[in-house]
Nanobody, 125 residues
Framework: EVKLVESGGGLVQAGGSLRLSCVTS????????IGWFRQAPGKEREGVAC????????EYADSVKGRFTISTDNAKSTMYLQMNNLRPEDTAVYSC??????????????????WGQGAQVTVSS
């Protein structure tokens, strides 16, 4: 059974940092493209960062470039999203996602089959 379990959300002041973790099971993380998405109240889900090992590419939303970093630790079957210099507009529910790596880092939700439960990130001004 495929599972993705997130942790690390919370409340932080603007300018602060958080690291989200997503522990995976039921598949070999190294064979999968991964992504982080977020959804704020009243807004559509947005692709934040996606990575394809097969394509050798990482994509970031323009709004997070230079502040967020996606990474994996395959030995721990865990993916991460390091978020620095957080802004109030980063407030959202963040979800990790994975799909068998077909060689694309295109960061759109319909490409991903497996999802975590979501973690709330709130940035106060």
């Amino acid at each position: 059974e495929v599972k993705l379990v997130e942790s690390g959300g919370g409340l932080v002041q603007a300018g602060g940092s958080l690291r989200l973790s997503c522990v995976t099971s039921g598949f070999a993380l190294g064979d999968y493209a991964i992504g982080w998405f977020r959804q704020a109240p009243g807004k559509e889900r947005e692709g934040v960062a996606c990575f394809s090992r097969r394509a050798g590419r990482t994509e970031y939303a323009d709004s997070v470039k230079g502040r967020f970093t996606i990474s994996t630790d395959n030995a721990k079957s865990t993916m991460y999203l390091q978020m620095n210099n957080l802004r109030p507009e980063d407030t959202a529910v963040y979800s990790c996602a994975a799909n068998f790596d077909l060689g694309s880092a295109w960061c759109v939700a319909p490409r991903f089959d497996y999802w975590g439960q979501g973690a709330q990130v709130t940035v106060s001004s």
